[in-house]
């Protein structure tokens, strides 16, 4: 069975793809692009100083520990760091989420954002990305697969369902996410609201039914939508705006229906 691809969404309804005019940019696309940058600059440089503060103070209070030998005094620093990280990584979860919240520095479904133009709804979208990579990337790694990193990306605008389990930095644009109940995302796997097509952003929701395996490294399109306890074969590729029944197997490049039963996921 060949999967279900919505083409009307992919061309707009009208069975063609918009034509875009390649141009130079304007003064005005300049100055929001500048604003942009020193915006985020400044709004990053704040959350990390507020995420790290807390931290450093609580190791600065077990410097002052007078504890005698020396070598005991560097174990009870070690042992600090990791509940020093944590506290840093925790905050900078949070402030990250509630400054993009706060400044409507979110994706939106269903834009078309030609990146000539350097609209403010395409440098939201990029300074979201920016606020969101420094999470993934000072965090990420160490709390994947985790119900921290859940936790994290509810706040930052996904809905996810209960005992969801996300094992991969590849998830990006939470707000357009929406995963049910017992949804696994494999390492390595690929989630996003958001493609770039003929100089275009182009933005849609991702919705995973509950149930939904996506195994390793592959890679699921945008408006992508499955039934409940639907699997994705590990190293698979879902095409954009694909419909994929529930309980079924689903593998290959791009995924065809296989069967039924599991896939690899961890």
Not at 2 to 16: H, K, L, P
Not at 19 to 30: I, L, Q, T
Not at 153 to 160: E, K, Q, S, V, Y
Request: hydrophobic residues 50%; positive net charge.
């Amino acid at each position: 069975m060949v999967v279900a691809v919505d083409s009307g969404a992919m061309t707009g309804g009208n069975g063609a793809e918009p034509a875009f005019v390649h141009r130079a940019w304007s003064a005005g696309a300049v100055l929001r692009f500048g604003w942009s940058i020193v915006s985020v600059f400044v709004v990053q440089s704040l959350i990390l100083a507020f995420a790290i503060v807390p931290a450093a103070v609580f190791y600065q209070w077990h410097l002052r520990w007078g504890l005698s030998p020396w070598w005991l005094r560097g174990v009870l620093l070690g042992a600090a760091t990791v509940p020093a990280y944590l506290i840093f990584a925790h905050l900078l979860m949070l402030f990250s989420a509630l400054a993009c919240r706060v400044l409507g520095w979110r994706p939106q479904a269903g834009q078309v954002m030609p990146i000539a133009e350097l609209g403010w709804p395409l440098l939201d979208w990029a300074r979201y990305s920016i606020v969101s990579h420094v999470v993934r990337l000072l965090v990420g790694s160490c709390l994947r697969a985790t119900p921290m990193w859940v936790w994290y990306l509810r706040l930052d605008g996904a809905r996810i369902g209960r005992r969801a389990w996300v094992n991969s930095l590849g998830v990006t644009d939470h707000p357009l996410l929406d995963l049910g109940d017992d949804v696994v995302v494999g390492a390595g796997a690929h989630l996003s609201g958001h493609t770039v097509e003929r100089g275009a952003v182009r933005t849609a929701e991702l919705r995973l039914a509950a149930g939904t395996t996506v195994g390793v490294n592959s890679i699921v399109g945008i408006g992508v939508t499955t039934g409940a306890d639907c699997h994705i074969g590990a190293l698979s590729y879902v095409p954009k705006y694909a419909r994929l029944d529930g309980g079924t197997t689903y593998a290959g490049v791009p995924v065809r229906a296989v069967g039924t039963g599991s896939a690899t996921t961890s």
